[in-house]
């Protein structure tokens, strides 16, 4: 342990000095520092952790920004911390990272308390949203800068790289420099050296928003597929939704320093346990309803002074009122589902075509209420029009104020 320690300080005091020098932010770069396990060379990580976090709160001045965070992750699992801005999520990753240290709470890596732990001893990697490579340094470079700083031998670093550049597939790119690179490229080197040090968890902050929405799309793809190969636990922050459905395990959402929900993907966007999380998670209707009666499959509501019955897939909903959420993909016009009267009437106020889809808002008949409407971009349909509507699937949560 006292090589280690040693060589720990001697490696802070390096990456102080060239920071101080290029007036770069010091967090951009702990990540590079040497980590504390070994686990043998391969395509698969040593055996993946869980993380926990326990009542983790931080405020900032009077500013509460988390109150009381308790979550756990799964081994292997990859989670996203979802929100807006503002939410709480990059300020709970960096502290699970160790560049902030809590007002109180605990983090457990497996059965280690790390929470006292500074953050180059968690071997953790991180991958930041600016990617926070260096101009001078080849893609070569970036990554054996921290393994010689771990006193890797020459053999070993040499597997290190060529591993990880094969699993990014930037095979052949060891020479080049960051100027020399796309957007993409770039980031697959940030995300190479971080997995070159093998570390027990993976922590990513946006590390696609800078990318253009194709490359990001392909990009979510391949670190999905990346991150399957090397079945390590990893940690993901973004505030586009998409991204965040398309990448999951699970989604933790938050909003306003608190959990709102945590699920997985499916489960949040169609069972979403509040109206903030129907809102953000997709598009959705949301209407004040009162709740009549209940049936095994449906409810019958109150909506605008009409009762109607409709499916919902929680009919044992525990309140008299509520708010309805209706996807627009949940929502029909009578002419195209046979046989099916319609539940109530609206008039088209305008459409908006994009690409495979029309996306309609209609105005309900008798009602300031207007919904919004998806259907194919080959539908007849016409602003000013009077169509027939049919909701397909819904779901009720409290009102705002209501637990």
């Known amino acids: 342990m006292g090589d280690f320690f040693g060589n720990t300080c001697r490696i802070r005091a390096v990456l102080f000095l060239y920071v101080e020098q290029c ?24 055996k993946a952790l869980s993380v926990h976090v326990k009542d983790i709160r931080k405020s900032f001045g009077s500013t509460e920004v988390l109150k009381g965070i308790t979550a756990d992750v799964k081994p292997g699992e990859f989670l996203t911390l979802l929100g807006p801005s503002g939410c709480g999520k990059t300020t709970l990753l960096r502290i699970i990272a160790g560049f902030i240290k809590p007002d109180s709470g605990s983090i457990h890596i497996g059965d280690t308390n790390i929470s006292n732990v500074p953050s180059y001893l968690r071997g953790l990697g991180m991958v930041f949203q600016n990617y926070a490579l260096w101009p001078h340094m080849t893609v070569k470079e970036h990554l054996t800068f921290g393994l010689k700083l771990s006193n890797i031998d020459s053999d070993t670093m040499q597997k290190r790289v060529t591993w990880a550049l094969e699993l990014v597939g930037l095979t052949g790119f060891e020479e080049r420099r960051p100027t020399e690179l796309s957007g993409g490229q770039q980031q697959r080197v940030a995300l190479a050296r971080a997995i070159a040090l093998q570390p027990k968890i993976l922590l990513l902050d946006e590390p696609l928003s800078n990318l253009d929405r194709k490359l990001r799309d392909g990009m979510r793809v391949e670190l999905r597929i990346l991150q399957e190969r090397l079945g390590i636990t990893t940690i993901y922050v973004t505030h586009d939704q998409q991204e965040a459905l398309a990448m999951s395990d699970r989604i933790l959402v938050l909003n306003r320093g608190k959990i709102e929900q945590m699920s997985g993907p499916k489960e949040l966007y169609d069972s979403p346990n509040s109206a903030f999380v129907a809102n953000f998670v997709g598009h959705a209707n949301l209407i004040p309803v ?3 009666e209940r049936t095994k499959n449906t409810v019958v509501l109150e909506i605008a002074s009409s009762k109607i019955s409709v499916p919902v897939n929680n009919p044992s909903f525990g309140y008299s009122s509520g708010i309805l959420v209706i996807r627009p993909e949940n929502i029909a016009f009578t002419n195209q589902t046979t046989g099916v009267n319609p539940m109530f009437t609206g008039r088209i106020e305008n459409t908006v075509y994009e690409g495979k889809e029309l996306r309609c808002s209609i105005r309900i008949k008798e009602t300031k209420t207007s919904l919004s409407v998806i259907c194919p971009s080959t539908t007849q349909i016409h602003p000013g029009e009077q169509v027939g509507l049919t909701i397909l699937n819904s779901t009720l949560v409290p009102a705002e104020g209501e637990d």
């Open 23 to 46: 007036s770069i932010p010091l967090e951009l770069h702990v990540h590079i520092c040497i980590n504390d396990y070994k686990i043998e060379e391969g395509i698969a990580l040593d």
């Open 290 to 292: 009162t709740i009549l």
